[in-house]
Nanobody, 130 residues
Framework: QVQLVESGGGSVQAGGSLRLSCAAS????????MGWFRQAPGKEREGVAS???????????SYADAVKGRFTISKDNAKNTLYLQMNSLKPEDTAMYYC????????????????????WGRGTQVTVSS
C-alpha cells in the first residue's frame, strides 16, 4: 500500500522560500498523478499544484492562480519523491500542506480537484510571517 509522508515545512518570513518533499513508499509505477493541497485555519482545503506523467512519458503540471510563478511542482522518480518549491512566500500561504496521489495513476490531465485523489499524506505546516 502506497504511503505518503510530507516534510520540509516550517516558519519563514515573507519573501522567503521553502521546499516541501513528499516521499512515496511502495510506489511502483513509472507514471504518476500527484498534487499538493493546503488548508488554512477556518478555510476549506484547496488544490495548489498538480503533476501527471502519462504513458508516453509526457509530464504536465497545473497551478492555482494564487501560486503561479512562485511555486514549482516536480517529481524525482528515482527517489520516489514529489517536491513543491515555494518562492516569494506570502502570509496568505500559511497553511497545512498535504501531498496526494491517485493510485494507480490515471491517464488524465493533472487536476487540483480533491475527489481525483485516493491517497493522502498527513501534512506539513507552513507558516509565513509578515
Amino acid at each position: 500500500q502506497v504511503q505518503l509522508v510530507e516534510s520540509g515545512g516550517g516558519s519563514v518570513q515573507a519573501g522567503g522560500s521553502l521546499r516541501l518533499s513528499c516521499a512515496a513508499s511502495s510506489y511502483t509505477y513509472s507514471n504518476y498523478y500527484m498534487g499538493w493541497f493546503r488548508q488554512a485555519p477556518g478555510k476549506e482545503r484547496e488544490g495548489v499544484a498538480s503533476i501527471a506523467r502519462d504513458g508516453a512519458g509526457d509530464v504536465r503540471t497545473s497551478y492555482a492562480d494564487a501560486v503561479k510563478g512562485r511555486f514549482t511542482i516536480s517529481k524525482d522518480n528515482a527517489k520516489n519523491t514529489l517536491y513543491l518549491q515555494m518562492n516569494s512566500l506570502k502570509p496568505e500561504d500559511t497553511a497545512m500542506y498535504y501531498c496526494a496521489a491517485q493510485v494507480p495513476p490515471p491517464d488524465l490531465y493533472p487536476s487540483r480537484r480533491e475527489y481525483l485523489y485516493n491517497t493522502w499524506g498527513r501534512g506539513t505546516q507552513v507558516t509565513v510571517s509578515s
